[in-house]
């Protein structure tokens, strides 16, 4: 199948055009020289017959019978003189007299037209490319008036076979050496595409690899005075605004975040202080309350951006770790959890055995509550997600796998972006879709700052299962899914720590 020719590579299209427009320039400019060449020679061959055949017209003026029987009346059968060269005496009125020149050719009885003989006689002389009958090919005849009372005209006529054949010779040399020199042209222009464009090639590798997250090593300029150094220089310019602007909205991220937690704090505590006080109103009573579950939500948003904003920055020491119990960390999201799966009719479950990681217990904890928010926004009422522990074996060393699997729609085509910023599934105006796209990117960023991944999956046969695995760290124990003592058995819902 042909690629249409828009989608083939840049260099590619340049060297095609570049290739056609010289071969165009080099038939235009060799058939101007093959013509030029030929109508050059043709005068020249003209020229040396003109004066060859006034020398014979003044001759014939000055005593006709210098020719003898050569130019008697009738026609007489020519006489070799040269094999090229054909010479004849003609009436005024146009008929042929005598013939020289070509042997066992029989002149006809007029050679050239009236009109010649009228060009000739006003004009000094006429000369024409012409095919004289049964002489075969084509000459180059020249006429010249005799200079006599009598008048009559003479007729030099020179093959063109040795012309053409120096032409032919000529055409041949001008096509090798055009194709030579085609060729030098392409392969020179494509090296030279190639070179140039390979500093393009090296831009956007390295623009590719930009992050306007962090620092990076300038796009390099070519050493030269074109327009390829003028865009490695406009591209270095325009990441570096890139990532000014980036760091800005860092800084105006975290100082508001920041300057906001005081007064939602404030609100959040005079709101609870109204609700403790007897005399308030029944009627004021609901407004505090949606209120309060207002500011709080407001202040997880103001959180999640403090912490992405932390994240972002980079923290230096990384996070917190200590030796934690991943079960306590677990049961602790899902005791924060279960208001929300509650008001859902959600059940929550938690299954696997104590597992010890070196982890920031506050962080992973809220990595676990972020999946399930998400998962209990998703599922169905009466739905079962299940926050399952285990331990993996992995080219790095052993991780600690937390898995939370929701009866959700799934996640389908939506893998790919899920843990993007502000990212949300659902439709516009559909009650499961998220808030802000914040939570799975927190939990990503918390992930990696372990040294850690997250992945999604379909579940079996519905909903998707999130997994986060988390490096052990050094001080391991012999705890696993399968060590001794320690089952990995589903905890019975009733255990206040499992069920919501």
Not at 292 to 299: C, P
Request: charged share 20%; with cysteine.
């Amino acid at each position: 199948m042909l690629v249409p020719f828009r989608r083939w590579r840049l260099w590619t299209r340049l060297v095609v055009l570049e290739a056609v427009i010289a071969f165009l320039m080099l038939v235009a400019v060799g058939s101007l020289v093959l013509v030029a060449q030929r109508q050059d020679r043709i005068d020249v061959q003209a020229e040396s017959l003109e004066i060859t055949a006034r020398v014979i017209s003044q001759q014939i003026a000055r005593d006709p019978a210098v020719l003898g029987p050569v130019f008697a009346d009738p026609p007489v059968e020519g006489e070799a003189q040269d094999d090229e060269v054909i010479g004849a005496i003609i009436r005024t009125d146009g008929m042929v007299v005598g013939v020289v020149g070509l042997p066992g050719w029989r002149a006809p009885d007029r050679l050239v037209p009236a009109a010649a003989l009228a060009d000739a006689r006003t004009q000094g002389e006429w000369h024409e490319v012409i095919e004289l009958p049964g002489a075969g090919g084509r000459y180059v005849a020249v006429v010249v008036p005799v200079p006599s009372a009598d008048g009559g005209f003479v007729l030099l006529a020179r093959s063109t076979a040795t012309l053409d054949g120096a032409l032919r010779r000529l055409t041949i040399v001008t096509l090798f050496g055009g194709v030579v020199a085609l060729a030098v042209a392409v392969g020179g222009g494509a090296w030279m595409t190639r070179r140039a464009l390979a500093a393009v090639g090296a831009m956007t590798s390295r623009a590719a690899v930009v992050d306007p997250d962090g620092e990076h090593d300038p796009i390099p300029v070519p050493a030269t005075a074109d327009e390829l150094a003028e865009l490695a220089r406009t591209l270095n310019g325009m990441v570096g605004r890139l990532q000014e602007a980036t760091r800005r909205e860092r800084r105006f991220t975290a100082d508001v975040s920041h300057e906001l937690r005081t007064p939602l704090g404030v609100a959040a505590l005079e709101i609870d202080v109204a609700l403790k006080d007897p005399t308030l109103p029944p009627t004021v009573r609901p407004v505090l309350v949606s209120l309060q579950a207002e500011v709080a939500g407001i202040t997880d948003l103001v959180n999640d951006l403090l912490l992405l904003a932390r994240f972002e920055a980079g923290s230096p020491t990384g996070p917190a770790r200590s030796p934690s119990d991943l079960r306590e960390v677990c049961a602790g999201a899902i005791a924060r959890a279960r208001a929300q799966a509650a008001d859902r009719g959600v059940t929550l479950r938690l299954s696997g055995p104590s597992l010890t990681a070196r982890i920031d217990a506050l962080l992973v904890r809220q990595a676990v509550g972020n999946l399930l928010q998400n998962a209990i926004g998703h599922s169905p009422e009466g739905a079962v997600v299940e926050v399952r522990i285990g331990g993996v074996a992995s080219a790095a060393g052993p991780m600690a796998r937390i898995e939370v699997i929701d009866q959700g729609p799934g996640v389908g085509a939506d893998a790919e972006r899920i843990f993007d910023r502000h990212w949300t599934s659902g439709a516009e105006g559909d009650p499961h879709r998220a808030r802000i796209g914040l939570g799975l990117e927190i939990t990503r960023r918390i992930a990696e700052a372990h040294g850690g991944t997250i992945a999604v999956r379909p579940g079996e046969p519905i909903g998707s299962i999130f997994t986060v695995d988390l490096p052990r760290g050094e001080h391991d124990g012999p705890d696993g899914p399968d060590a001794p003592g320690d089952p990995a058995t589903p905890d019975d819902p009733d255990d206040p720590d499992a069920a919501g």
